[in-house]
C-alpha cells in the first residue's frame, strides 16, 4: 500500500498511534546514525589538526636547526650576503608555514609548496661550495 493512503480497517486513533510510533522508532534510528557519523567526523577533524600541528613544529624545528648549524658552521665560504639571504628565505618559508587560511585550499597549498621548494632551493644555492 502507498504511504500516502491510509488503512481504512483499523480506527483512526490507533492508525494514529502506529503512524506516530513508526515515525519515533525512524528517527531514534535516524539519531543514532548521525550521532555515529557526527562522532567519526569529530575524530577526524581532531586527527587531522593533530597532525597539521605536528607537522608545522616538525618542520619549525628542522628550519631552526638549519639556522643554527649555519651560523655555527665556521669552516663555510657563505658571504654575508648569502646569508642574509638565507635568513629571508628561512622567514619566507615560516611565513608560508603559519598562513592557515591558504592551507585549506588546494591550489594555495600547491603554490605554497612551490614557494618553499623554491626558498629551500635558495637555502641550498647560498652555501654550496
Not at 491510509?6 to 531514534?28: F, I, S, V
Not at 555515529?36 to 587531522?48: H, K, L, P, Q, V
Not at 636547526?65 to 628565505?89: F, H, Q, R, V
Request: hydrophobic content about 35%; some cysteine.
Amino acid at each position: 500500500m502507498p504511504s500516502h493512503q491510509t488503512r481504512t480497517d483499523m480506527p483512526p486513533n490507533k492508525q494514529n498511534n502506529q503512524n506516530l510510533e513508526t515515525l519515533h522508532q525512524r528517527l531514534e534510528i535516524f539519531e543514532v546514525f548521525i550521532t555515529r557519523r557526527f562522532d567519526e567526523i569529530s575524530m577526524e577533524i581532531n586527527a587531522t589538526a593533530q597532525q597539521a600541528a605536528m607537522a608545522e613544529t616538525y618542520v619549525d624545528q628542522k628550519l631552526l636547526d638549519i639556522l643554527t648549524l649555519l651560523e655555527t658552521n665556521t669552516d663555510n665560504n657563505a658571504s654575508p650576503i648569502a646569508k642574509i639571504d638565507t635568513l629571508g628565505a628561512i622567514e619566507n618559508i615560516m611565513a608560508c608555514i603559519h598562513n592557515d587560511h591558504d592551507w585549506d585550499d588546494q591550489t594555495k597549498r600547491n603554490d605554497m609548496r612551490k614557494r618553499i621548494e623554491h626558498e629551500t632551493q635558495a637555502i641550498l644555492a647560498a652555501y654550496q661550495t
